[in-house]
């Protein structure tokens, strides 16, 4: 067994040692074998060496075939080798074993990362009234700070100036010595404005004296031209017909006795009453947004009609169930229905003529809005007029339907078929009611626009060579026609860029780069585009919200958020 496995070893140490020297010749070196350890049943096999050069960063360490170290071997660069044994003197001569060639390190160069804090404002802009109010200063002491000319966010203005926070805080240290001083103005400042609103009546008064004092000088805003048109003027009528109704079904009512009459005198109280509240709500809705209600007071309507709808189920409909139920339990004779008759047909005449208007107001406001007149009707898109279309609806099927439970009770005899009218002008302003308060609370939840019109808002988007893709759309109505449209945009950086490299002068903007030499240079060049190419991603919104508001008149919001 052991003579064949020695046997079996000298016959691969005589392959290796052909090998190692074959690939030597190959490569034109001395080679002086090859160092290997292997086992083979037990067993350690050396390859016969007598030295194994391997090769450090800056010295090499000379093996022999005993496994013991001679020593260090240096390279090339002009270290000594030293000798183990008397082969190693008679190779002095030769070349090294293995040249050591030079090591290359590329060395990467990166700006030192700039700690800001968690509150860095050093580089804010600030506007001149932020400055005066904040600061307590005087547009004086602005005068000799730095002006920037920045982008307006405001469609009416192109660009207006803002002053870096920084100069305007060391100018505030200036004006008042300290920030003790500063704290100090401020709190008074704070307390004078509490002591201002707390005298708010008395310097309101003062204020409409100097207005009457300034006379017409200046043009004041009234809310009387919203009843001089459209929905303003359709409520103004209906209020007044309603009103005259009321006065004489209450007349024939007391007269007669009839459950008809009551309820029918009940129904047109609700409607006037109800649209008093409309005649509000339109009031209030046209009132210019302030700084408590950015978006306005357009929702005052859709309020004002959810309210109504209260009303008519709890006026209309719950009285006249109740006369209705009384009627059948304890009926009463009915006295003449003669003038019942005629002030009925005269409320026929009066709510016909005011839902004929009601008709045409819809019918154009949905022409010009391209849509049906149900659908027009169904989404509230004018939730004033649409209450005095269904109010009238409602009277003129209400005055019908008494004027039939009327006559069969005058042809009967039976006064069960007048509380049955009652009951059915009740049933009729209960689904008017439930109607007026369904889609106005849908109104009044923020529902989308309908989804053609917000395809089209998203293709004008995607068309646009700057848009990557556009994600999370969403467009609100907020009635009366306003739409706010939201959606996050991921702008092509390339396009952007070249937006920019096209307003600029190629020549110069290669002679700049040329002459870059150092890091510092580099940063300064780099900062300086950036933020004009960031300056030209926000006018590059900019323009994407003017136009949707042009080619979408109905869009009065638009917020672009920056993927």
Known sequence: MMPALVARGRGWRCLCRLYVRSQAAQLGRACHGWQGSMKCGGLS??????????????????YTSDGQKKGPVSGPEGTVHKAGTARDA???GQKPLLLQEPIQVKVKAV????????????????????AINEFCLKSSDLEQLRKIRRRSPHDDTEAFTVFLRSDVEAKSREVWGSPEALARERKRRKEAEIEY??????????????????GDTKPRSSTASVFLKGPGTVVMVAICINGLNFFFKLLAWVYTGSASMFSEAIHSLADTCNQALLALGISQSARTPDPSHPYGFTNMRYIASLISGVGIFMMGAGLSWYHGIIGLL???PIESLFWAYCILAGSLVSEGATLFIAINEIRNSARAKGLPFYQYVRLSRDPSTNVVLLEDAAAVLGVILASTCMGLTSLTGNPYYDSLGSLGVGTLLGAVSAFLIYTNTEALLGRS??????????????????????HDVKATDLGLSKVRFKAEVDFDGRVVTRSYL???????????????????ELEAFMLKHGENIIDTLGAEVDRLEKELKQRNPDVRHVDLEIL
């Open 449 to 470: 626009i309908h989804p053609e019109q917000l395809q089209r808002l998203t293709e004008l988007l995607e068309s646009d060579p700057a848009v990557r893709a556009i």
């Open 330 to 332: 304890h009926p009463q």
């Open 197 to 214: 609103r707390e005298n708010l009546f008395r310097n309101q008064k003062l204020l409409n004296e100097f207005q009457e004092f300034l």
């Open 45 to 62: 096999h050396l390859l016969p060496c007598s030295r194994l050069p391997i090769q450090s960063l800056s010295q090499v360490r000379v």
């Open 90 to 92: 008679s190779s002095a």
């Open 111 to 130: 700006l030192k990362k700039r700690e800001y804090g968690p509150k860095y404002m050093q580089n804010n802009f600030i506007t001149g009234v932020r």
């Open 502 to 520: 096209e307003k600029q002068d190629i020549e110069q903007l290669l002679q700049e780069i040329q002459q870059v030499k150092t890091l510092e």
